[in-house]
């Protein structure tokens, strides 16, 4: 996908869809995917309506008048509405169905994809440890667009950040969990906690300093920890691609059992 196409496709999501940003995923959501649950999936909300008297107005008269009272008419208008999205997504990505998305030199990770999820887990065993980066497709799209200025460049060049949960466990003791926000500039760790194995979902526990607090000689450690384990910036076209990849799937097979369940 080009990035023009991606920015235009974002853009206009970001139009349909609620003025406020998807807001990062709670540590007990994050954890979810390492216990085996599900996450917290991110809705697609409609924006809120007009609040003046005459907006108000309007909407009465509408509720009364025959068109808006018909449940077939409605239907019929979301079913066709949703038919030309899908359209739009599938023809925009058609192009690149056969695609091969290379895999970076050295990949040492699994990739464990699952239909559904809106997350993939990258996994791999490292001199005694598991390591598991849990990389999800809710980018913070309108963020990265409020700083657009629009023009042409700017969309040529647009690529939305990835966020990453990274999880280092040893065959006992406690777990390292560190939130990252991976963009074409770099891997950021935006924070670390240490948990504890018998009681991830612990409230009230003490979760160390915000990243940026910490002496610099340290988060520099931090990095080339991540970096050793697989964890680093060569990494991000791939999973821009990739993510990108998935998103779009997903989202046609939501729309898909959307207009399934509304011609039922």
């Keep these: 996908m080009s990035s023009a196409i991606l920015a235009a496709r ?10 406020s940003s998807s807001s990062p995923l709670s540590a007990l959501a994050r954890r979810a995917l390492h216990l085996g649950r599900a996450p917290v999936p991110l809705p697609r909300r409609l924006p809120a309506a007009a609040s003046s008297p005459a907006a108000a107005a309007r909407r009465f008269l509408a509720s009364q008048s025959p068109a808006s009272s018909s449940k077939d008419s409605a239907d019929e208008n979301l079913r066709r509405v949703i038919e030309s999205e899908i359209e739009c997504v599938v023809q925009s990505e058609e192009s690149l169905a056969d695609k091969h998305i ?13 239909p559904g999820d809106q997350s993939i887990t ?3 065993e490292f001199a005694g440890e598991t390591i598991k980066a849990a990389v999800y497709t809710n980018f913070d799209t309108e963020e990265d667009l409020n700083e657009d200025d629009g023009s042409d460049n700017d969309k040529e060049s647009f690529k939305p950040a990835i966020q990453m949960v990274v999880t280092v ?5 406690p777990i390292l969990e560190f939130d990252c926000n991976f ?31 910490l002496d610099e000689s340290l988060q520099k450690a931090l990095h080339r920890y991540l970096e050793a384990r697989g964890i680093k910036h060569s990494l991000h076209d791939w999973l821009y691609e990739y993510m990108m990849r998935k998103d779009e799937k997903e989202y046609v097979v939501w729309l898909k059992n959307m207009k399934e369940f509304i011609g039922n």
């Design 10 to 19: 974002l853009l206009r999501r970001a139009a349909t869809a609620s003025a």
């Design 102 to 114: 290379e895999l970076p030199d050295d990949f040492p990770f699994e990739v464990i994809d699952n």
């Design 122 to 124: 990258l996994k791999r």
């Design 169 to 173: 466990e040893k065959t006992e003791g």
């Design 183 to 213: 963009n074409d500039d770099e891997l950021a760790i935006e924070s670390l906690r240490v948990l504890n194995r018998d009681n991830l979902d612990a409230e009230n526990v003490y979760e160390g300093p915000p990243f940026s607090d």
